[in-house]
């Protein structure tokens, strides 16, 4: 058994994890806490007080004691806000409280891009404009090209978790351009698990997704590698050939 341990702030699409789960196999548990969000706010204050040290740390024992052997932070913005070296800072603490590799959705997007081979990436976001321009720069740190940004201009995680799968694919569509390899998605309270096949077929290009990104790196930090298709490319491993 393998089990990974997610803190996810709040509560939007949480239902994503147990939808993974099913489809990654009995022996990988996804083990989830959720941190107090404190002011449920797209704005750069608030989510630099969401992924704090103290409300972080509030989690991490609930992970240790449920046996996770890994540590994704489940937000993105709760992490990119504090540009690449702040929030790396954020994943060693992080590490050090739990004494077991962690690592962040943020950071997870980067790996999963260069997972795929892909380096031109377009970006369709659930922020605000000046919050989505700060996960550009945060892809940008990380040897990525970001040939546009899409926003939507929500301010509330309680709002994105109300999308469906219309919602998802409207903002993918509009998001993508012909100069991008892949589309990324970065919400974790956007509800995307069950809808990656789709996004993928109608963009017809990978599709990287918060949620979906996060399970990968916890993935990632087990050193497992799972053949999962419905969860897209990245989830999507040539078989091993016997001899």
């Given at each position: 058994m393998?089990?990974?341990?997610f803190?996810?702030?709040?509560h939007?699409?949480?239902?994503?994890?147990?939808?993974m789960?099913?489809l990654?196999?009995?022996?990988?548990?996804?083990?989830?806490?959720?941190?107090?969000?404190?002011?449920d706010?797209?704005?750069?204050d608030?989510?630099?007080?969401?992924?704090?040290?103290?409300?972080?740390?509030?989690?991490v024992e609930?992970?240790?004691?449920?046996?996770?052997?890994?540590?994704?932070?489940?937000?993105?913005?709760?992490?990119?806000v504090?540009?690449?070296?702040g929030?790396?800072?954020?994943?060693?603490?992080?590490?050090?409280?739990?004494g077991?590799?962690a690592?962040s959705t943020?950071?997870?997007?980067?790996?999963?891009?260069?997972?795929?081979?892909v380096?031109?990436?377009?970006v369709?976001?659930?922020?605000?404009?000046?919050?989505?321009?700060?996960?550009?720069?945060?892809?940008?740190?990380?040897?990525?090209?970001?040939?546009?940004t899409r926003?939507?201009?929500i301010?509330?995680?309680?709002?994105?978790?109300?999308?469906g799968?219309e919602?998802?694919?409207?903002l993918?569509?509009a998001?993508?351009?012909?100069?991008a390899?892949?589309?990324?998605?970065?919400d974790?309270?956007?509800?995307?698990a069950?809808?990656?096949?789709?996004?993928?077929k109608?963009?017809?290009?990978?599709?990287l997704t918060?949620?979906?990104?996060?399970?990968?790196?916890?993935?990632?930090?087990?050193?497992?590698?799972v053949?999962?298709?419905?969860?897209?490319?990245?989830?999507?491993?040539?078989?091993?050939v016997?001899?």
């Amino acid at each position: 058994m393998t089990a990974l341990g997610f803190l996810y702030p709040g509560h939007s699409a949480e239902d994503d994890y147990p939808r993974m789960e099913q489809l990654l196999g009995s022996d990988i548990r996804l083990d989830l806490i959720h941190t107090d969000i404190g002011e449920d706010a797209h704005r750069v204050d608030a989510l630099l007080e969401m992924g704090s040290a103290e409300r972080l740390a509030e989690g991490v024992e609930g992970l240790r004691l449920a046996g996770a052997e890994t540590l994704v932070w489940a937000c993105t913005s709760g992490g990119f806000v504090r540009g690449w070296e702040g929030a790396k800072d954020q994943v060693r603490a992080l590490a050090r409280l739990a004494g077991m590799p962690a690592s962040s959705t943020s950071f997870a997007f980067v790996h999963a891009a260069r997972e795929i081979g892909v380096r031109r990436v377009a970006v369709g976001a659930t922020y605000p404009e000046d919050v989505a321009v700060l996960f550009a720069d945060f892809l940008r740190a990380g040897g990525l090209e970001v040939t546009g940004t899409r926003s939507s201009g929500i301010v509330t995680a309680a709002e994105v978790g109300t999308w469906g799968e219309e919602d998802v694919l409207t903002l993918a569509r509009a998001a993508d351009d012909s100069d991008a390899e892949a589309v990324l998605l970065p919400d974790t309270a956007l509800h995307t698990a069950a809808h990656l096949g789709l996004l993928e077929k109608a963009l017809s290009k990978p599709v990287l997704t918060a949620n979906q990104v996060a399970v990968w790196e916890g993935l990632r930090l087990a050193d497992r590698r799972v053949n999962a298709p419905t969860l897209g490319t990245l989830f999507t491993r040539e078989p091993m050939v016997q001899a």
